[in-house]
């Protein structure tokens, strides 16, 4: 008796499936990283300026953080039934729902980053003839990118995932073939579309660590010159115990400044 087709027998695991829906899965993975990057990038593009006003004071920051908090709490469903009046059956209305999404974590972590700053970097820059611009641009948001960084991360990872919830209105990339296969539950069409979705949300984090890496080059010097000073003085070893921990915080952050 011949060998029964995997799809015919709905395995889990089918060669065949990924053979014949090669370009099925390729166009939705091509939609789900299209939605997930615009938004991502609107959404870095409209929160940076959103943590600058929330940086000038109390009375800013407040309405800005809880704005974003309370856009955070709104379930999906219901917020693209309200955006669905504006933009209708479309690639924009679920790319304006994950970028509301995704601002209250980025407005946080660039604010967090900025006020991080030491006051004593700042100071060496304006001693040194910088402007509030200048000093924003060449020195507050380059000790900032740590922390912007991590929050990008989180807000790619969370919208890779949130794309697919876009198959309610059939822009959800894999989360599209994901919907389809659930009322006959085809097994291999969940589980490809499911871990192609988990597989962009690891390469996307890896990549943005990579960039993080590659723009702090700081990070890992001082890292460096932390371990080595633990190491010369004998107190590195596997307790933990004592270890130098280079210049003071000040110091370092007036170093970074003026190297800049």
Known sequence: MAEQSCLVTNDWVCGEYL???????????VQHLQITAVSVLIGLAVAFPLALLARRGRHFAG??????????????????????????LSS?????GLVLYSLTILVRNILAGLEAVPQEAKEAARGMGYGPARLLWEVELPLALPALMAGLRIVTVSTVALTTVGSLVGKGGLGNLI???????????????????VLLAVAADLLLLGLQRLL????????????SARAGDGSGGPDGLGGAAGPPAPARAKTEAEAV
């Open 63 to 88: 309405p800005v953080l809880g704005l974003t908090t309370v856009l955070y709490t709104v379930p999906s469903l219901a917020m693209f039934s309200l955006l669905l009046p504006l933009f209708g």
């Open 92 to 96: 924009a209305l679920v790319v304006t």
């Open 179 to 197: 919907e389809d296969a659930l009322p006959s539950f085809f097994k291999a069409q969940v589980l490809a579309a499911s871990v192609l979705c």
């Open 216 to 227: 702090t080059p700081w990070t890992r010097i001082s890292g460096a010159a932390r371990a």
């Open 19 to 29: 053979r014949s829906r090669g370009q099925e899965l390729t166009d939705a993975t």
